[in-house]
């Protein structure tokens, strides 16, 4: 067995023994019903995509399918029970398990060598930080972290040794096709990569144009069907989600803070979001969910405009918050594992500027959007990982 393949094994079976422990053993675990989990357990009991809020409102695209789609197999086995939880916890928690032992590959793929991917590794494996959003498996946040690590992997391999055939345009195509009906918000960090991949291809153009158009068109094809039943069920076209203008909405009105779970505790949240509030649920039932969430994108425009200083106030705070999260216990921790990331992501552009120009992409095009809305911890977990990878980098600078 070679020392990468011993590296995966050995993280992956310490980070899963330490996250199963904590959520079985010490039952450090909390039971939910946020939307995607309404969504899962409709998907078993209906085979509908349907009803995320307080109450039965019909179809949605409140979240991307992927992820209820993923985890309505636990809830059609086990019911809407316990342990059906449990099942999603301990599933969560082993997918988080295999983001640490991915690390040393994604460390040899960016070309830093297998050492600094298994310090960072075994670090994360062993201080698991961010358990809750890691597995819980509320929200797709592990699922999204592991498919911006593959497409990392993968991209600095492509970099290396670029292929411009059909066969692997298609490839790519598939494969961010998928990762967009998991997590559409990765799409920025998509344009990212074709920017630098543009660049570095840039002496044969028309054969980069032509894999590019044979991508889009793979990608516009996977999409498709989503596509069709949102048109059909929903009444609009829309990329993948729907609910942009109910988060912009939320994270931006008077009293708003930064922080997602500063503005569940207030009254706004109570009375405005429809999972928490069955009058809001009511009237998607009236109107649709499409007409509500449009409703919602102008109610938030409007008082963009009216208050451009408040809305730049919050947007430079909430960029803030989502490197700096305003978590109760251990922030000085967080705080500081956020500040040794980017010396370390500054040392490594001294060692590697396309390395350090990858992942930065990933960072700042993941982060992007949680400049314009409401932020905590779970939504900086898909980018945690790269974060652990850059102590790791500096802790073995310094060793």
Not at 106 to 132: C, E, N, R
Not at 351 to 358: C, D, K, N, P, Q
Not at 368 to 393: D, E, F, K, T
Request: with cysteine; glycine share 8%; hydrophobic share 55%.
């Amino acid at each position: 067995m070679s020392i990468s393949a011993k590296a995966f094994c050995i993280i992956l079976l310490l980070a899963a023994a330490v996250r199963l422990t904590l959520v079985f053993g010490f039952h450090h675990y909390e039971i939910g019903r946020p939307e995607p989990i309404r969504i899962a357990i409709s998907l078993a009991a209906k085979g509908s995509f349907a009803d995320p809020y307080a109450i039965p409102t019909g179809p949605t695209a409140h979240t991307a399918p992927l992820y209820p789609a993923l985890i309505a197999p636990l809830y059609a086995f086990c019911g809407d029970a316990r342990r059906a939880d449990f099942a999603r916890f301990a599933l969560s928690a082993v997918a988080a398990s295999v983001e640490y032992a991915l690390l040393p590959l994604v460390a040899s793929a960016l070309g830093l060598g297998l050492w600094p991917g298994i310090l960072a590794g075994l670090g994360g494996a062993l201080i698991p930080l961010q358990l809750w959003p890691e597995c819980m498996g509320e929200f797709e946040t592990t699922w999204t972290a592991l498919f911006l690590e593959l497409v990392t992997i993968l991209f600095a391999r492509f970099l290396r040794a670029p292929r411009l055939d059909s066969k692997c345009a298609v490839r790519w195509g598939l494969l961010w096709g998928v990762g967009l009906l998991l997590a559409p918000s990765v799409l920025s960090v998509l344009v990212g990569f074709c920017a630098i991949g543009g660049w570095k291809l840039r002496p044969g153009a028309r054969a980069a144009g032509r894999w590019l158009a044979v991508f889009s068109a793979t990608v516009l094809l996977v999409l498709a069907p989503w596509l069709i039943r949102n048109y059909r069920q929903l009444g609009g076209v829309f990329l993948v989600r729907d609910d942009f203008g109910l988060e912009l909405s939320d994270s931006n009105h008077d009293g708003a803070s930064p922080d997602a779970t500063e503005n569940m505790a207030q009254p706004y949240y109570a009375a405005e979001h429809p999972h928490f509030s069955a009058a809001a649920a009511r009237e998607i039932q009236r109107i649709g969910e499409l007409a509500f969430e449009r409703q919602k994108l102008r109610q938030a425009l409007a008082w963009i405009r009216r208050n451009p200083r408040k809305f730049g106030s919050l947007t430079i705070a909430r960029a803030w918050t989502f490197w700096f999260p305003r978590v109760p216990r251990f922030r000085w921790v967080f705080w500081t594992a956020t500040a040794a990331a980017f010396a370390g992501l500054v040392l490594l552009g001294v060692y590697s500027r396309l390395a350090a120009a990858v992942l930065a992409t990933v960072l700042a095009g993941y982060s992007a959007v949680y400049c314009v809305i409401q932020n905590s911890l779970r939504y900086q977990h898909p980018v945690w990982w790269i974060q652990v990878l850059l102590m790791g980098w500096t802790a073995y600078l310094i060793l």
